[in-house]
């Protein structure tokens, strides 16, 4: 399991009106390859702001992250100097994500970490102890097996914080799962 973390590069400069930063988003998610639907992105963006008024703190965590379009987003919403993003994909480098990231006009942190790797191989990754309910945010856009969905509930139910939010990829798809 490769482990990587992007070089910091400085602070984000992440706009604190919702419309703004939406708008921020929208324009820079046309810019990264892949799919995020505008429904899906609206929901999160929603629930991640409704997190920061209740003052709701954690880390922030994606399965499958693709071309970035939704770990974009995630860093939008995150206060990278007390919250750190966890990464996780077995197909794309950290170098795409940080063109992605970049795509997006946010600066790669520290508090960025990436893991190439599958979803699997969390269960006996030392973050399952280390991190045990640190997370606010968890958004799932993994496999869509049976046995790669359980998987990947687990390590949300193990991670997640009380006050955390899941967020399952694809429930506004029709195409999934295929038929």
């Excluded at 309910?133 to 046995?147: Q, S, V």
Aim: proline share 5%; charged share 25%; glycine share 6%.
């Amino acid at each position: 399991m490769q482990n990587t973390t992007a070089p910091a590069e400085g602070p984000v400069d992440a706009p604190t009106d919702p419309l703004e930063r939406f708008e921020r988003y929208r324009a820079a998610a046309m810019l990264i390859k892949g799919w995020f639907q505008p429904e899906a992105a609206a929901a999160g963006d929603s629930l991640l702001a409704h997190q920061a008024t209740l003052g709701i703190e954690g880390h922030l965590f994606e399965i499958r992250v693709w071309e970035g379009k939704s770990a974009s987003l995630m860093v939008m919403h995150a206060d990278l100097e007390k919250e750190r993003i966890l990464l996780i994909d077995k197909g794309i480098g950290p170098e795409q994500l940080k063109v992605s990231l970049l795509l997006a006009d946010i600066k790669s942190a520290d508090s960025v970490q990436f893991m190439k790797s599958e979803s699997r191989d969390l269960r006996v990754h030392p973050i399952m102890t280390e991190a045990d309910h640190a997370f606010r945010w968890m958004h799932i856009d993994g496999e869509h097996t049976a046995g790669a969905v359980i998987n990947d509930l687990e390590v949300a139910d193990q991670l997640l914080s009380h006050e955390g939010i899941v967020c399952l990829d694809d429930f506004f798809n029709e195409s999934c799962p295929p038929s």
